[in-house]
């Protein structure tokens, strides 16, 4: 038999204001208490009043009475996994009226002060999801590229966070590249990719003769960009978002993991030092030799040879094009 219904009104606390109280969050550098427990909701079919049932079973843990849940109801639709459970038990074909469990998880801000400890974010998950037959959770294909891209969305909206506050020219360089993976958008941000430093440094090498460069660039048949794997020095390019999204697909945007940011400094870093240090250190060892070479006609291709001259040239044309990750370091 379902639960009895509470009548109550689904307006809610807009998105916008929990997104300016988690970067405050952040910028106060916050902990956080978390905890748990089970909750006994009536299903309903229409996701508003889905919410205010939720909201109204929370009552006693968030600001509900004062303001007649409105702040509640706000703070439990920021959780997208709660829509994800609803639209699984619609196609479940659950009756309305009917009992579901759900645990939430609070994350409550730590304080030695009691009225300071506020509820900054909830998540919740569905202990029986695992009674759903197969076919009632089934998705389509444009639904579950849907939802992805609105988790990278989320994982882009907590790197600017996090980062915004890096100052200098790395923090200009990080900037960009997160404006650019979320102006290229889902899918197409996770096939952003930079090479690999140690291949690139070696190619470029003076020491290196073009009979090695070949046989690297074998994988493509010597056409660039290169790609594919070179025995003992690992694929050429490498793809930074297939890893921050795999590794941070699941945050809370209210719950920004400050690991995000190390990741991002970290990226930067690497970038930065394949092209300011490999690259141009290797112009800059034999930049006197090509100097007496040009003399006489020479130059990049004499000491590098003719095969290294283009892939500068490449490297270039990678640093003009606005939508490769190189265009962050013109």
């Not at 100097?291 to 000491?303: I, N």
Request: charged content about 25%.
């Amino acid at each position: 038999m379902g639960r009895e219904k509470q009548v109550s009104a689904t307006d809610f606390t807009p998105r916008p204001v929990f997104v300016r109280r988690a970067s405050s969050s952040v910028r106060r550098g916050d902990q956080f208490i978390y905890s748990s427990g089970v909750l006994l909701v009536a299903f309903n079919p229409r996701f508003d009043d889905f919410v205010a049932s939720v909201a109204y079973e929370l009552r006693t843990k968030i600001v509900y009475r004062t303001d007649n849940g409105k702040f509640a109801r706000g703070l439990v639709r920021a959780s997208s996994e709660l829509e994800a459970i609803h639209q699984a038990y619609l196609a479940s074909a659950l009756a309305d009226g009917g009992d579901i469990r759900l645990v939430a998880h609070f994350y409550r801000r730590q304080d030695p002060r009691a009225f300071n400890r506020w509820m900054m974010s909830i998540r919740f998950t569905s202990p029986d999801w695992h009674f759903f037959e197969e076919e009632t959770v089934k998705a389509d294909a444009i639904r579950v590229q849907q939802g992805q891209a609105r988790k990278m969305e989320l994982v882009l909206g907590c790197a600017a966070l996090l980062t915004a506050d890096i100052a200098g020219e790395p923090g200009k360089r990080i900037r960009r590249i997160i404006d650019l993976a979320d102006r290229v958008g889902y899918p197409a941000n996770l096939q952003l990719w930079y090479y690999n430093r140690e291949l690139l440094r070696d190619y470029l090498s003076w020491r290196t003769s073009d009979p090695e460069r070949k046989r690297w660039a074998q994988a493509t048949g010597g056409r660039l960009p290169f790609d594919g794997y070179v025995s003992g020095r690992g694929n050429w390019r490498v793809f930074p978002f297939q890893g921050i999204f795999k590794q941070y697909s699941e945050l809370d945007p209210l719950n920004c993991s400050a690991g995000l940011k190390k990741h991002f400094i970290v990226l930067d870093d690497y970038m930065f030092d394949s092209l300011e240090n490999k690259v141009k250190g290797e112009l800059a060892r034999t930049a006197p030799l090509r100097s007496e070479l040009s003399k006489f006609g020479g130059g990049d291709s004499v000491v590098h040879g003719s095969l290294a001259e283009i892939f500068f040239r490449h490297l270039g044309a990678l640093q003009a094009s606005p939508n490769h990750l190189y265009s962050a370091y013109k």
